[in-house]
């Protein structure tokens, strides 16, 4: 396919053209040439948007989609096909489908089913068997088979034994251990944060100290093992802060956080809306700050969407049984924009690639054409409209929105949202 995209700001530190606005060619897969007022030619597709803005493809490190087992939550196929829509030219899949993606064969299952699609899909492999906490999975056949790091989605382990054997073991073929933290007994039947909020709506609380005390407790482990990890969803200033001291030893740690976690607090759920029954919960302003303070200050690595969709019939309940999650792709870069400037969002929605070594394409002639269209200046309500996915469950309905995503090109094909 070849196309010629118009007068485009590059947003690209890493490139000669950052901040330049230029037109760039693509000849079936590669950028041909970039430059000013490029000659126009018959066989090219052309792509010209008023405030138009172009970056390396983002990447979401944590989507859940459901196929195999929940496909009435969400399909492989329309999940890439919502990803790419959105600005996401490669996701990491979640393990929590069913069955869990715990070996080898489930694990090519899912590649397979994302071949030929203009979003990549590179699974996490399940850190225990069935995500049950009890015993290491097939971690070096799932590595060998496309895994790219290993985790129980939203799960921690209540065995530090076996996540220091973990830890230990994935440094014989340099692999990733993604951390999720949360003390069980201290959550026990908490369903949002503790505070004021859940005080005054009559809702068993989730202490901060419950995500706190896992994250000291896994940074002791990194500490003492060496090797990598990652801890995904962070949601509160301490987290951050023990975080930050533990980059200041040196400790090969990286983190994320969920943007509605950046961009939502627990003032939401006066409604009781279980669009907002997330994990972790949506905590005070004063974490949401210090949260935003991280992605500036680098403490944070990565923004994801945190996309994990539910089916109506786990969504629409009672609050306490409702399941937690909330869909996030489609709203992620407009919500993002409404708080954080372009270069930071841009840099956090594509740092994904070099934590798990996955190439990067910098936008320069000769290159690989990797990228995202968008552009920042328009103001919209986020409706249901607007929501893609099969399941509806997004906490981002009837948001004020800032910027647009445009499409998507990679793998040689254009997607447009």
């Not at 990803?83 to 899912?110: C, H, R, W």
């Not at 759920?269 to 680098?298: C, H, I, M, Q, S």
């Amino acid at each position: 396919m070849k196309i010629i995209i118009r007068e485009a700001k590059i947003v690209d530190v890493k490139s000669p053209f950052h901040n330049q606005i230029v037109d760039v060619k693509i000849n079936n897969g590669t950028i041909e040439k970039i430059g000013t007022n490029l000659s126009p030619s018959d066989d090219y597709t052309e792509i010209k948007e008023e405030n138009l803005h172009l970056s390396q493809g983002w990447f979401d490190s944590s989507v859940s989609l459901g196929e195999p087992g929940f496909e009435d939550r969400e399909t492989i196929s329309n999940g890439l096909q919502v990803a790419a829509k959105s600005g996401f030219t490669g996701i990491a899949l979640q393990p929590n489908s069913f069955p869990i993606i715990d070996n080898q064969s489930q694990v090519l299952f899912v590649k397979q089913k994302a071949a030929n699609s203009a979003t990549d899909l590179y699974p996490i492999g399940a850190l225990t068997k069935n995500s049950e906490g009890t015993d290491l999975a097939e971690l070096f056949d799932m590595k060998n088979a496309g895994a790219i790091a290993f985790g129980d989605y939203n799960k921690s382990l209540l065995n530090a034994n076996l996540l220091k054997i973990g830890l230990q073991y994935v440094q014989d073929f340099d692999g990733l251990v993604l951390a999720f933290c949360q003390d069980e007994k201290i959550k026990g039947s908490g369903v949002v944060n503790e505070g004021v909020v859940s005080t005054r709506l009559g809702l068993k609380g989730i202490p901060n100290l419950a995500e706190e005390l896992i994250v000291a407790r896994n940074l002791f482990l990194l500490e003492y093992t060496g090797g990598k990890m990652h801890i995904p969803t962070i949601s509160t200033a301490k987290s951050v802060a023990l975080i930050r001291e533990a980059k200041a030893k040196g400790l090969n740690v990286t983190c994320s956080v969920a943007v509605h976690n950046l961009v939502l607090t627990d003032e939401k759920l006066d409604g009781f809306d279980t669009r907002y029954k997330v994990l972790p919960p949506l905590r005070t302003e004063e974490d949401r700050k210090a949260l935003l303070d991280g992605v500036l200050d680098n403490t944070i690595d990565i923004i994801t969407s945190d996309h994990n969709p539910i089916d109506i019939e786990h969504k629409k309940m009672e609050f306490d049984l409702a399941k937690n999650g909330t869909i996030g792709l489609e709203s992620a870069f407009g919500s993002l924009l409404k708080v954080l400037p372009l270069d930071k969002i841009v840099e956090k929605l594509t740092a994904s690639r070099a934590i798990f070594k996955i190439e990067s394409h910098t936008i320069e002639e000769g290159k690989s054409a990797n990228i995202t269209l968008f552009t920042t200046d328009e103001d919209w309500a986020f409706t249901k409209e607007n929501i893609l996915s099969k399941s509806k469950n997004c906490a981002f309905l009837g948001s004020k929105m800032k910027g647009k995503v445009v499409g998507v090109y990679n793998n040689s094909k254009l997607i447009l949202a």
